[in-house]
């Protein structure tokens, strides 16, 4: 059973596509971009090449998109099925984007630093009293920033195992157990500040899902709102609109031969996972929403008008080779400076690539989930972003 994110390992397969060398679409009529940039007429049908090369590799279906400089137009190509034995794959398929959210949930923290209702050193206990006396010592001097960077030492609660310690937590629990996604938060992060570190917590990356469902319940103490209200009227106001579910199916399979369609976890587990879990990622687009969503940081980086916060602007500018910050970790490919996202969950995988400057923005989502899947998808977003 694997869970919102692909972890350390798909960091580490991150940072080995950013090494390696990359294919793209176009819409409609002509506009002004496409004159300036005459290469763009055929971005729809390379970025459909790129879809069916692929798919070669045993996807059930994929999605490829990008925007450029002006952001007149998305360009999308696609490939595959909805599920096995299912119809063609459309452009206006929603997705399941798993922790590429993470950005979402860090974005819309640095939203309510802006407004003053956080800060960036905020510690959980500062929100959360019932910490009082029962953190570790360790855990002292942890922040929002630390949680949003992944420097907060925290389990990476992917794990079945780490599922099955949650279990035996919540099995010894004297009182009936919380009924709502906030009150599950609050509870598993008080599991987790009553556990041993996995790492020195403010000091080096060490991805965890954990260190989100903190964050997230910190967000609801200092709004007094549900995170999923919260980030539902944040996301509205950028004009993004987050989806329920999708008729698309999610497929699973440590190879393509052995791929069978996602089984949802027992309805005690999907609360705590689908749930309280979500600010480390659950959120489901299609890919014009998943576009405005990038072209929201083009704009911003491209020093446009736009509506994210300036610190999360900022940090992303600013973020070195090899760093990583709000959900994103930063590259340098043949001179191209890049921020990189990737997610996973409930069987669906995705990938996005959106150059420092934010004149370049490539991304790819398949209803298909496994480590294999992450390569493929880096590969072809490496061709894309490289030509």
Same mark, same amino acid.
């Given at each position: 059973?694997? #869970?919102?994110?692909?972890?350390?390992?798909?960091?580490?397969? @991150?940072?080995?596509?950013?090494?390696?060398?990359? /294919?793209?679409?176009?819409? !409609?009529?002509?506009? #002004?971009?496409?004159?300036?940039?005459?290469?763009?007429?055929?971005?729809?049908?390379?970025? !459909?090449?790129?879809?069916?090369?692929?798919?070669?590799?045993? @996807?059930?279906?994929?999605?490829?998109?990008?925007?450029?400089?002006?952001?007149?137009?998305?360009?999308?190509?696609?490939?595959?099925?909805?599920?096995?034995?299912?119809?063609?794959?459309?452009?206006?398929?929603?997705?399941?984007? !798993?922790?590429?959210?993470?950005?979402?949930?860090?974005?819309?923290?640095?939203?309510?630093?802006?407004?003053?209702?956080?800060?960036?050193?905020?510690?959980?206990?500062?929100? @959360?009293?019932?910490?009082?006396?029962?953190?570790?010592?360790?855990?002292?001097?942890?922040?929002?920033?630390?949680?949003?960077?992944?420097?907060?030492? /925290?389990?990476?609660?992917?794990?079945?195992?780490? /599922?099955?310690?949650?279990?035996?937590?919540?099995?010894?629990?004297?009182?009936?157990?919380?009924?709502?996604?906030?009150?599950?938060?609050?509870?598993?992060?008080?599991?987790?500040?009553?556990?041993?570190?996995? %790492?020195? *917590?403010?000091?080096?990356?060490?991805?965890?899902?954990?260190?989100?469902?903190?964050?997230?319940?910190?967000?609801?103490?200092?709004?007094?709102?549900?995170?999923?209200?919260?980030?539902?009227?944040?996301?509205?106001?950028?004009?993004?609109?987050?989806?329920?579910?999708?008729?698309?199916?999610?497929?699973?399979?440590?190879?393509?031969?052995?791929?069978?369609?996602?089984? *949802?976890?027992?309805?005690?587990?999907?609360?705590?996972?689908?749930?309280?879990?979500?600010?480390? !990622?659950?959120?489901?687009?299609?890919?014009?929403?998943?576009?405005?969503?990038?072209?929201?940081?083009?704009?911003? /980086?491209?020093?446009?008008?736009?509506?994210?916060?300036?610190?999360?602007?900022?940090?992303?500018?600013?973020?070195?080779?090899?760093?990583?910050?709000?959900?994103?970790?930063?590259?340098?490919?043949?001179?191209?400076?890049?921020?990189?996202?990737?997610?996973?969950?409930?069987?669906?995988?995705?990938?996005?690539?959106?150059?420092?400057?934010?004149?370049? %923005? #490539?991304?790819?989502?398949?209803?298909?989930?496994?480590?294999?899947?992450?390569?493929?998808?880096?590969?072809?977003?490496?061709?894309?972003?490289?030509?």
């Amino acid at each position: 059973m694997r #869970f919102i994110a692909p972890g350390r390992r798909a960091l580490l397969l @991150l940072s080995l596509t950013l090494s390696l060398p990359m /294919l793209g679409g176009c819409g !409609g009529g002509e506009d #002004f971009e496409e004159i300036r940039h005459p290469e763009l007429r055929q971005e729809s049908k390379r970025l !459909g090449e790129t879809a069916r090369a692929s798919l070669a590799s045993g @996807l059930v279906g994929v999605l490829y998109g990008s925007q450029h400089e002006a952001l007149q137009k998305l360009y999308l190509g696609t490939a595959g099925l909805d599920r096995q034995g299912g119809a063609a794959l459309q452009e206006g398929a929603v997705f399941q984007i !798993g922790s590429l959210a993470k950005s979402m949930t860090a974005a819309l923290a640095a939203e309510q630093v802006r407004q003053g209702k956080l800060r960036w050193d905020s510690r959980p206990a500062d929100w @959360l009293p019932e910490l009082a006396g029962r953190q570790r010592p360790a855990y002292a001097t942890l922040t929002l920033a630390h949680l949003l960077d992944h420097r907060g030492g /925290l389990p990476a609660l992917q794990d079945p195992a780490e /599922l099955g310690h949650l279990a035996a937590f919540l099995a010894a629990q004297p009182e009936a157990l919380p009924d709502t996604d906030r009150g599950r938060r609050r509870l598993m992060s008080r599991w987790l500040l009553e556990t041993e570190p996995a %790492s020195p *917590p403010g000091q080096q990356v060490s991805y965890s899902n954990a260190g989100y469902v903190i964050a997230g319940a910190m967000l609801e103490a200092a709004t007094g709102q549900d995170f999923e209200v919260l980030l539902r009227n944040w996301a509205q106001g950028l004009g993004l609109e987050l989806r329920q579910a999708s008729a698309v199916h999610g497929h699973q399979g440590a190879s393509p031969a052995a791929l069978a369609p996602y089984q *949802p976890l027992p309805p005690p587990w999907q609360a705590w996972v689908d749930g309280a879990m979500k600010p480390a !990622g659950n959120v489901w687009l299609d890919a014009a929403g998943y576009g405005r969503w990038l072209a929201e940081h083009q704009r911003a /980086l491209q020093g446009d008008r736009h509506g994210l916060a300036p610190d999360y602007v900022q940090r992303l500018r600013e973020l070195p080779e090899g760093g990583y910050a709000l959900g994103w970790s930063a590259g340098l490919v043949q001179g191209r400076r890049a921020l990189v996202h990737t997610g996973a969950y409930a069987g669906f995988m995705g990938m996005a690539w959106l150059q420092q400057d934010g004149k370049k %923005s #490539f991304f790819a989502l398949s209803n298909t989930e496994g480590g294999w899947v992450l390569e493929a998808l880096g590969q072809g977003l490496m061709q894309l972003a490289l030509r």
